[in-house]
């Protein structure tokens, strides 16, 4: 027989719970809970500081916890039910895992004397969890709830950023809890550069042409940059970013800055006479796949690989002490700042490059734009370099399906900044139902779905492994246009509005009014 | 740097796989490839005689597999991609494993020696899959995969159906290849019944009333139904379907069988006098969640149970042996047998009965039901047992979203026989890209879209579970009528035709005109 619930008025586990997640400084939570946690969302009930959000599938909860963390840089929660609802949100989680994202996981589970039973439900939740996560416990008790919580909260700020997964028995949650939520803990700071690895990187970058300076994590914003800019002017280093990166700052008056391509080919002609790799933060670049006959590691075999700052290090701080020992001037030179040009808007047929054009001739100032774009928006970032000042997200971790979420939870991680979505119409498919948030929670955000009917990537990666050519069962694997997906059906379905545009001209035209006017709005652009 | 690829022409890892896959008797392959897995998809090209389905989706590719295997009585093969292309998998496998279902999944993983460099699509794809597979093994070289292939088969049809998960990493896949596919190995028969076991089933069943015979898996079909209604009616023993079941064979002129109820206190009070329970296949029954104040056990607690089959047993064979034994009748009574009834069309307002009521009366010869309406289906199955011939398959595992591709793969599995799938609105988002896999299949199928806007059967758990009733924050949590999903326009979107009907009258006229044509249609029954 279960354990009783808390008595009516009596304080449950799950009220202890969230009440320490708020004094955690938690107070948003993205959510799809089934029966076993019914005691949470009471608990939510009794609580109106947290906001609550629902996503219609588990990959859209987590990828909005994402995306609202990258723009909030605080943790939010995530309600997750049992094994199997947990499975349906890990890839999400992966993203966020690879981008560094604080985020807390709650997992309701069975009541604990129902494991024994293997209830349909009944799945190894620990064992899920584990390999996207890099801390999860189970709770021993409604008591334990409170302190439960606030470790998870500090892991997740645990810098870089980190995935704690928290799994709720659900006779945890009903039952009476006496204990006390813990006062706020402190936010662990990044750990200081280590001198000896700044020495190193300091005698590498003065050797000037040859040394790479490459930045991911927070020496991607304003100030990193500006740090970073300052010593490669001054020493001749080549600055780079990695490839994929959480959060970056960008367009006028900013400093601009390349990435490591994707494509294998190029990022070896780019980087073959790389002689020291200097490390802000980023990892010594790889490979996104392996090819036969490619190398995994995109440096030259002798390059010397120096870890400034790992990514747990204070990046910006790094940076800073670099340059003080370089002595290098107090500003970037002019020439490394993005600065104004009128850039027309496109005109004839749509293509993928029509579309940046004109996302970027008609950017607000201050938009946030999320980019899960793939193929297709490889040309949005070299031409976006003189577009409005704005934040722009990236998928980091391959997992596709992450981009209509990440630009939901930036929106309500950032409420009053416009979110721009770029998005692949093979990846939009994973996480659909986030328009559906997008409309209930009334966000201010336009979607640009790259509708080219096709994994386009694939078509490339195909013969880049050495595949040949797609015969007919490839084909079918790569195409979707048979039938093509109906963009504007598909939003409005999830009672967003949208419209289709396939000339150049069409687009920059709905594309000017969906940026002008409040709420989401879905432009499926023909390519 | 990285292993060389087959030459053009040559033989790779992947052909090899694809040979041994085809010589095991699997020759359908639900598909959603990355760039990891192109070699396996060149493979396909190469071979014909595997029909290769898209999914959108991952979850939609999962479920596929598992409606094909129920219908097809032979595993499918998955193609899935590393570790979160698994992921986003999982939760239709875990519904796989909770039916038994045999099941393929061949995962592309990095290759070996990119494994190092930790790139961003890096994950424990063995720790992602144990928990819902029961058989894992990565291949160790090209030559070695087609006598893994066999073993993977081998496992996934060993009784009562397993699911058996391969890794592939790509440069096995792409190296050269001298083995020769082995030849079809014997499927794995189920295991005799005990004699010891039969016997003390036999003595509990002849005490009649206070015995249940409780069955599950192939005993669901119509031989077995039979001979558990002839031990039945002989002895006054209750005969059961265990609560969720993969396949049952229903209808006209079939034994009528009714399952353990969901609810809890229905279960608890139904079987509160069962002194004996003999299972054929099925488990002991216990809630589907744990609640306040409730067993676990739905049989009482002195409740002898016995396993007269366990469901890797020959169940079929266990009810012949204890037919004999108990000497029964040559055949079931009548009155056990679903006779022909004129249900009447519905009319007036269109509630979840008058909906299964439309669908029991229009229900065509032969049709597959496939179940996942939750907590709006509850009267179909009760309704139907006077319906035309008809199997029925349900949600076993607990994890809403496997209703859509659960019928989509139903219907690749049966081709020739109309499929209803009986869907909830809230499970239908999960994995909505389903759809468009009908489409591009032109699938005979028919999906009803229970449209409440709400998880219903939240609403009912929260006051089970003891939570009192729902407030704002719940409400939010529960109801998604703000704004409310337009499923016409997510079918069009997806390149399927539908309709809505918001009366009985209706719906049963745009029941009647999908039915009797082909290819695929929607229902948005508005209830």
Chains 1, 2 share one sequence.
Not at 313 to 340: F, K
Not at 388 to 393: E, F, R, T, V
């Amino acid at each position: 027989m279960s354990a009783p619930a808390a008595a009516p008025g009596q304080r449950s586990g799950a009220d202890l719970l969230c009440e320490s997640l708020l004094a955690q400084g938690v107070d948003h939570c993205f959510a799809n809970p089934g029966t076993s946690e019914m005691h949470f969302v009471a608990a939510l009930d009794r609580q109106p500081r947290m906001r609550c959000v629902l996503g219609l599938a588990e990959g859209v909860v987590t990828g909005m916890a994402d995306g609202y963390a990258r723009m909030a840089e605080r943790p939010a929660c995530t309600l997750l039910h049992t094994g199997p609802g947990l499975a349906n949100g890990l890839a999400n989680v992966h993203n966020a895992r690879r981008a560094f994202t604080p985020m807390v996981n709650v997992v309701g589970d069975h009541a604990t004397h129902h494991a024994a039973s293997d209830a349909p439900l009944a799945a190894d939740v620990e064992g899920l969890a584990r390999p996207m996560s890099h801390w999860v416990a189970r709770s021993s008790g409604a008591d334990t709830l409170g302190e439960l919580a606030a470790e998870a909260v500090q892991r997740a700020r645990t810098p870089p950023g980190c995935i704690a997964t928290l799994i709720l028995p659900a006779d945890h949650a009903w039952g009476a809890a006496q204990a006390a939520a813990p006062a706020a803990r402190a936010v662990p700071s990044p750990l200081p550069p280590q001198p000896a690895a700044l020495a190193r990187a300091a005698a590498a970058l003065q050797r000037g042409p040859g040394t790479l300076l490459l930045l991911a994590g927070a020496a991607l914003r304003a100030e990193g940059l500006e740090l970073a800019a300052r010593i490669a002017a001054a020493t001749g280093a080549r600055l780079l970013a990695q490839q994929a990166n959480a959060r970056v700052e960008r367009g006028l008056g900013r400093v601009m800055i390349d990435r490591v391509p994707y494509v294998v080919d190029k990022a070896l002609a780019l980087l073959k006479d790389t002689r020291a790799a200097v490390l802000v933060g980023a990892k010594a670049p790889v490979g996104f796949f392996a090819y036969p006959g490619r190398p995994s590691s995109m440096l030259p075999a002798d390059c010397e690989v120096i870890a400034a700052a790992q990514p747990e290090d204070d990046g910006v701080q790094a940076l800073r002490e670099l340059a003080a020992a370089l002595g290098t001037v107090p500003a970037p030179p002019r020439e490394w700042l993005a600065e104004r040009r009128e850039l027309p808007l496109p005109g004839g047929a749509l293509t993928a490059a029509a579309v940046a054009q004109a996302v970027v001739a008609r950017l607000p100032e201050g938009a946030i734009v999320c980019d899960e774009s793939v193929s297709s928006g490889r040309e949005f970032f070299p031409m976006s370099w003189h577009a409005a000042p704005h934040d722009y997200l990236q998928l980091t971790g391959g997992a596709i399906g992450l981009g209509l979420p990440l630009a939901t939870g930036a929106a309500i991680g950032a409420p009053g900044r416009k979110v721009v979505s770029l998005q692949a119409d093979g990846s939009a498919m994973y996480t659909l139902p986030a328009l559906w948030t997008q409309a209930r929670e009334r966000l201010d955000l336009v979607t640009v779905i790259f509708a080219n009917r096709r994994y386009a990537i694939l078509h490339g990666e195909y013969v880049a492994t050495g595949a040949g050519q797609p015969g007919a069962n490839a084909r079918r694997m790569f195409d979707f246009d048979d039938p093509a997906p109906d963009w504007v059906a598909l939003a409005r379905g999830m009672g967003v509005e949208g419209a289709r545009a396939d000339s150049a001209e069409r687009f920059a035209d709905v594309l000017g009014a969906a940026l002008a006017r409040r709420g989401p709005f879905v432009i499926e652009a023909v390519i």
